[in-house]
């Protein structure tokens, strides 16, 4: 009994050592994998401003942070089925679906646009030296915002199963955030000074999160709900919900007059957030 573990062993030992040493060589260590690529020809349709796009499409692919923040804001989408499958909630004054509304297809603009440029800020000194247009590089990240939000708005339209009303509260809460909210994320942008690592995971990372990521995600709830409650509280509730409706529009507007103020913010701050993030190396 005692040499049966013992010659099972030696069996082993010669087994290994002989596929090793008939095996093991250093020309056969080595595999060739094809690169993938992805086609994002698409995005020529887009102009100047596809270079720029494209890179924050390949960082989305890439790093775990960005990626993470895209699918949770797809899980956004479906938040609102605890608030819209209540048609009582809905046809009645509950100021919270406000913030439902815009929840639904805010994810991305909300979590993605709070870091804005810090997702560059890894190599944000040398984007600098480039001969780019300041304003082509701030409209690309406004354009992906505003095309991922849509894509969510699409995904939004099941809703119509509850009723009509929670689908157009979804509407009213998509406006904002394109027209309103991610100009106001943009130019709260010039005020990041921390720099991302961006392979590091979302979860439990609280990495270029500062007090002003905190401010403006309370800002973006405030104010939407603050002004459903002042106009619903005096005027009716269908007013709430237009106002809301109409800062967006009034943003989409007026979108070239906003972006120029928020270029000639970040050309001030140039040199300070290159300083920055070049601190955190």
């Not at 020309?27 to 993938?36: I, Q």
């Not at 100021?95 to 439902?100: D, E, Q, R, S, Y």
């Amino acid at each position: 009994m005692f040499l049966i573990p013992a010659v099972i062993t030696l069996l082993f030992y010669y087994a290994n050592f002989r596929m090793l040493r008939t095996r093991i060589y250093l020309d056969n260590s080595t595999t060739v994998k094809k690169a993938n690529t992805t086609n994002l020809s698409f995005t020529e349709k887009l102009g100047d401003i596809a270079p720029f796009i494209k890179n924050d499409i390949r960082l989305i692919q890439r790093n775990k942070r960005a990626k993470t923040i895209l699918l949770i804001s797809i899980v956004h989408v479906f938040f609102g089925v605890v608030f819209f499958k209540d048609s009582s909630l809905v046809n009645n004054e509950f100021p919270f679906l406000v913030f439902a509304s815009l929840f639904v297809t805010g994810g991305f603009i909300q979590n993605y646009g709070q870091f804005i440029p810090t997702w560059d800020s890894q190599h944000f000194n040398m984007l600098m030296t480039q001969n780019i247009s300041y304003r082509k590089y701030l409209e690309s990240k406004w354009y992906l915002m505003v095309i991922v939000t849509c894509l969510l708005y699409f995904m939004s339209i099941p809703y119509l199963y509850f009723s009509l009303n929670s689908f157009l509260m979804i509407s009213v809460g998509t406006l904002f955030n394109i027209g309103f909210n991610s100009l106001v994320l943009l130019y709260f942008g010039s005020f990041n000074r921390k720099r991302l690592n961006l392979n590091n995971g979302l979860f439990g990372n609280s990495q270029g999160t500062g007090i002003i990521q905190y401010l403006i995600q309370a800002l973006l709830i405030v104010l939407p709900m603050s002004l459903f409650f002042i106009f619903d509280k005096f005027i009716g509730y269908n007013s709430g919900f237009i106002v809301i409706a109409l800062a967006g529009a009034i943003g989409l507007i007026f979108k070239n007059y906003f972006m120029n103020l928020i270029e000639n913010k970040y050309k001030k701050d140039k040199y300070i957030m290159i300083n920055a993030f070049n601190k955190e190396m």
